[in-house]
């Protein structure tokens, strides 16, 4: 790739993750305060709105935290020493597992609340807000472990055209690190998103299973005309598997990304595709959220209204 290809590229790509980045801060941005504006009003949230309210509030700050960072992959104003480097670079990687987390027990949580009362998981109705409050907790503490790596792999690069060195930005780049120090701290992270992403996967399956009876049933105790109108049920397990779908996507798209860039060593370029891949659902989940969460609309209109 010529210089001028090289440049275009470049400038396309700053736009793109510069554009996904604002848009999705504006929507966590507005989705927080509204869920902000119902806690303080007179009507109690639900518990699944709390834990959609910190969800976005994750996204939030891994968005700025990437904004941060993709100022140095782009403009070379000024160059990070290295502990800006470790830290920036270690509360990014701990926001990302973070929203992984707290998705899988949001969508968790959805299971429980919209489970039947015939279901296994009624006994955990009352407790799950508590119970899964203490996970969370637990995960945290557990992605503050798994990402100290961070802490002596991440420097403040001497020489930018070394091989020895993988590109993170123009300050900041990874150490190579020997083969039994890189299963050590990739095993335990393979392990753990794919415990997460599996139990992604039952709870979304459980609520599929439950959508397609309550459609049988539905069929032998109403009409067509009354059943064809979707149930908030419905359209909260739509959200699930809408949502866990594109996750889905975009998590095996950036897996392909991921190994292509360590295959092929085309460090910034393959870096910028891998970073709007993997920052894309937290630019489109609150627009999903916004869009069927029927109080939420209600209360932004509202709003409109007074202004």
């Known amino acids: 790739m010529n210089k001028d290809n090289l440049l275009h590229t470049n400038n396309n790509m700053k736009i793109t993750l510069f554009s996904e980045l604002g848009v999705g801060i504006s929507a966590n941005s507005i989705l927080i305060f509204a869920h902000l504006c119902m806690l303080l009003g007179e009507n109690r949230p639900k518990p699944i709105d709390l834990y959609i309210a910190f969800l976005s509030l994750t996204q939030l700050l891994l968005l700025i935290t990437m904004c941060l960072i993709a100022v140095d992959m782009f403009m070379s104003g000024g160059r990070w020493d290295s502990t800006t480097c470790k830290f920036l670079t270690y509360f990014h990687r701990l926001l990302r597992g973070l929203t992984l987390c ?35 907790l ?12 961070f802490f002596i792999s991440i420097i403040a690069s ?8 993988v590109y993170v930005t123009q300050t900041c780049s990874l150490l190579p690190l020997s083969y039994f120090r890189k299963s050590m701290f990739t095993t335990p992270m393979i392990i753990r998103e794919a415990f997460l992403i599996g139990l992604m996967a039952l709870s979304s399956g459980y609520m599929v299973a439950l959508l397609w009876r309550h459609k049988k049933q539905a069929r032998h105790l109403y009409s067509t005309s009354l ?31 991921f190994y292509s860039r360590m295959k092929f060593k085309d460090g910034p370029i393959l870096y910028c595709v891998q970073t709007i891949v ?19 609309i209600k209360f932004l209109k509202s709003m409109c209204g007074k202004m």
């Open 227 to 257: 059943s064809s109108k979707a149930s908030p049920e419905q359209r909260a397990t739509r959200t699930i598997m809408l949502l866990m779908s594109f996750f889905v996507v975009l998590y095996i798209l950036e897996t392909v990304v």
């Open 158 to 165: 001497p020489n930018l055209t070394s091989d020895n060195f």
């Open 102 to 136: 707290a998705t899988c027990l949001l969508n968790v949580l959805w299971t429980i609340t919209l489970s039947p009362r015939s279901s296994c998981l009624t006994m955990f109705k009352h407790k799950s807000p508590h119970h899964i409050s203490g996970v969370f």
């Open 278 to 296: 993997s920052h894309s659902y937290a630019t489109v989940s609150p627009f999903v959220f916004i869009c069927t969460e029927k109080h939420i």
């Open 138 to 149: 637990f995960f945290c503490v557990l992605y503050m472990s798994f990402s100290s790596h």
